[in-house]
C-alpha cells in the first residue's frame, strides 16, 4: 500500500458511490451513521486522499486507518479530522466481529463559501494531526459531540432552505470549538505520555546543541524536532503551548540562549565565534536574538560576571 497512488475522492457523492452508500442529500455536505460501513465495497487496502473535510466519532470499526507510518484501531471513542490533500490509508477487516458505530461529517470547501468560517477553519490545528494525535474523548464529552452532531443530522435531512446553510455551519463551528477544548484537555490529563514528549525533546535538543550539527545544519527546524518525536508539527506546538506556555520555535530559542549564557559566561569566546558555533551566519543576528530574550546585548551580559 505504501506505493499505492492515492485514490482521489473529489466529491462527497463519489465517496458515498465508493463506500456504497445512498446518494448525499446535499452535494456539499454530509452526514454518514458508520453501521453503513458494513456495505462499504473496498476489500483491499487503499489509500485515499479527499478534496473535502471529514470529522468522525468512530468506535468499533472494521477497519484500520494509517497516516503516515502509524497506524491506528479505533476500539473505543476516538476523533479525527481531516482537511482536503491528506493521505491516508485504510484497510477493511472482512473477519471483524466488531460492529461499527458513530458518524462522518463531510463537509466540502465550497460549503463553507463566504462565510466566516472558510477562513477560520483552517485555525483549528488539529486538522493537521496524525492519526495517532486523534482525540480520545470522555463519555461526557462524547456525549456533547453526539449532541452536536445530531442537531447536524436533524438539519442535514430537513428540506433544504435559505437558513440551512447558515444553521448548519453555525452548529459545525460548535462542534469544532467544543473539540478545540477537549484537546486542550487532552494535552494536561495526559501526563504521562506528554512527560515523555518533554523528557524526549529535551534530550533532542541537548544532543543536537552538543555535536557540529549547529555549525553545520545551523538551528534545528520544528519539522526536525517533529520527525524525531514522532508527532506532528502542529500537535507538538499545541501540547507545549498547552502544558509549558512556550511553542517549539520558544523551546528551540530558550536551549540556544541557555547555551549561549553558558559560552558567555564560562569561555573567553568572542561574541562573534560564539554565534558561529551556535549555527549563526551573521553574530548581528544572534545578538538581536539574544537581547531579544534576554534584554541584554551578549557584551551586557559577559560584563554583568565581571
Known amino acids: 500500500m505504501a506505493n499505492q497512488p492515492p485514490c482521489r ?8 458511490q465508493i463506500l456504497g452508500l445512498p446518494k448525499p442529500e446535499h452535494p456539499l455536505v454530509s452526514i454518514v451513521n458508520l453501521a453503513s460501513f458494513k456495505q462499504a465495497t473496498i476489500k483491499e487496502p487503499l489509500n485515499l486522499m479527499y478534496d473535502f473535510y471529514c470529522l468522525s466519532l468512530k468506535r468499533d470499526v472494521n477497519f484500520k486507518q494509517k497516516y503516515g507510518q502509524q497506524e491506528y484501531d479505533f476500539d473505543e471513542g476516538v476523533m479525527c479530522f481531516l482537511s482536503p490533500g491528506q493521505v491516508f490509508g485504510i484497510d477493511f477487516d472482512e473477519n471483524s466481529k466488531l460492529k461499527p458505530s458513530g458518524w462522518m461529517f463531510l463537509i466540502h470547501p465550497d460549503f463553507l463559501w463566504n462565510t466566516p468560517l472558510a477562513k477560520k477553519i483552517r485555525q483549528y490545528e488539529y486538522f493537521d494531526y496524525s492519526v495517532n494525535e486523534a482525540l480520545c474523548l470522555s463519555e461526557k464529552e462524547e ?3 453526539i449532541g452536536i452532531i445530531k442537531n447536524i443530522e436533524e438539519e442535514y435531512h430537513t428540506n433544504i432552505d435559505k437558513l440551512s446553510q447558515d444553521i448548519i455551519i453555525a452548529q459545525l463551528e460548535v462542534l469544532l470549538n467544543y473539540c478545540e477544548r477537549f484537546y486542550q484537555r487532552q494535552f494536561i490529563t495526559r501526563k504521562i505520555s506528554n512527560h515523555k514528549i518533554l ?12 555535536n557540529d550539527d549547529l555549525i553545520k545544519d545551523g538551528l534545528p527546524t520544528v519539522q526536525y524536532i517533529s520527525e524525531r518525536l514522532n508527532v506532528s508539527p502542529n500537535y507538538l506546538r499545541g501540547l507545549l503551548k498547552t502544558i509549558t506556555g512556550l511553542n517549539t520555535q520558544q523551546h528551540i530559542h530558550e536551549k540556544l540562549i541557555q ?14 565565534e560564539i554565534a558561529y558555533e551556535l549555527g549563526f551566519e551573521h553574530s548581528q543576528s544572534f545578538s538581536k536574538l539574544f537581547k531579544t530574550k534576554t534584554k541584554l546585548s551578549p557584551l551586557e551580559f559577559r560584563q554583568s560576571f565581571n
Open 9 to 16: 475522492i473529489k466529491t462527497i457523492g463519489q465517496y458515498h
Open 143 to 145: 456525549r456533547i459531540v
Open 199 to 210: 523528557d524526549s525533546l529535551e534530550n533532542i535538543l541537548n544532543k543536537y546543541f552538543d
Open 259 to 272: 547555551r549561549a549564557k553558558e559560552k558567555l559566561s564560562t569561555t573567553n569566546l568572542s561574541v562573534s
